[in-house]
């Protein structure tokens, strides 16, 4: 059986894919396959896999119509043979010793590993993301080092500097959802994180996250209330069930920008505001997380109407906000 099968979903990435599989053949660790799933791609990136598949039969290419990341990694899923599963994106570089240096020591009952990473910048600048602590960890350990690192970094949220046990995925019956486009990556680990999974955190660097290149996410407009909904989960995890009190406040003011942003964002862009702010309101458990104390001063005001369910009151300031903006550009002008 083979130990790491690497996933990549495939999408208009002809610029970046040679590359990012060079690197993978390139692996010090040679006990891996590569599912590459082409999600509908129109500029040919498909025909590099081919090309390379003929060199080196561990790179198998499975072909979709264009239905998105989430439904890409979790169709190479069903076909992945390896103990391990390493997702990786096609404009991003494995480092060369990642799968080496994290499978070679002892794993007992270890069901996720996580690595550093670095962030490449387009002027070439490289920020390295680590965390201090090299320990394994479970339980209450991984809730407080996710509060610890998570908003500061997205240590623990992406998928490319960590393995993650086949079984563990299967047996918690996790998937990605698919109709998610944006952070689809942490609503998995989350799911993963809530089953008590045993984590090795290594020092060995796992990616190099390319920051500036062509996301096809980008052109999505963002779903907060999807995004919402996520942070949610994290409060559920982090607040009832491993009952970190401490961290509270802190996620009830991330779920509230959240909510702000909701009603704000289609205000914005001439969506049904009323209808979504209404929606907020017959949904009790969202209700009961907002807060007003310490965030965003433009969400405030929304915020604060949703909780006292003051529609007309949320419709006056989203209106004066807009006119006060409109006479200041025409007073610049």
Known sequence: ?????????????????????????????????????????SDGS?????????????????????????EARNKA??????????FV????????????????????????????????????????????EKAICEGIDISTLFMKYQYKNGYWGYLWNKLIRKELILNGNIEFEKNLKLAE?????????????????VSCCAMRYTVDAYNSSKEEKIDYYAQMHIQMMVYDWIIREKEQMVF????????????????????????????K??????????????????????????????KEENLRKIEIYLNGRSLIRKLYRKIKS
Not at 48 to 63: E, G, H, P, S, T
Not at 77 to 86: H, N, R, Y
Not at 91 to 106: S, T, W
Not at 282 to 289: A, F, G, S, V
């Open 1 to 41: 059986m083979v130990q790491v099968s690497i996933i990549m979903p495939l999408y208009n990435k002809k610029q970046y894919v040679e590359k990012v599989i060079n690197a993978i053949i390139d692996q010090t660790y040679q006990d891996w396959e590569l599912i590459v799933v082409n999600d509908g791609s």
């Open 46 to 70: 498909e025909k590099i896999v081919q090309q390379m598949n003929q060199k080196d039969d561990r790179i198998k290419l499975i072909n979709q119509e264009n239905k998105g990341v989430s």
């Open 77 to 86: 899923l069903q076909f992945a043979k390896g103990k391990w599963i390493w």
């Open 89 to 132: 994106d096609a404009d991003d570089i494995p480092q060369k010793d990642f799968l080496k240096n994290a499978l070679e020591e002892r794993l007992d009952d270890v069901e996720i590993i996580v690595g550093s990473f670095d962030r490449y910048y387009e002027n070439q600048e490289i920020q390295h993301i680590k965390i201090e």
């Open 185 to 201: 990556d942490l609503k998995f680990m989350i799911q993963l994180y809530r089953l008590d999974p045993r984590v090795k955190i």
């Open 248 to 275: 509270e406040n802190h996620l009830k003011r991330i779920i509230s920008n959240y909510a702000g942003c909701i009603i704000f964002h289609a205000y914005e862009s001439g969506d049904d505001y009323k209808q």
């Open 277 to 306: 702010a209404l929606k907020l309101m017959r949904e009790t458990k969202t209700m009961d997380l907002l807060i007003t104390d310490g965030i965003d001063k433009i969400m405030k005001p929304i915020v604060k109407g949703l």
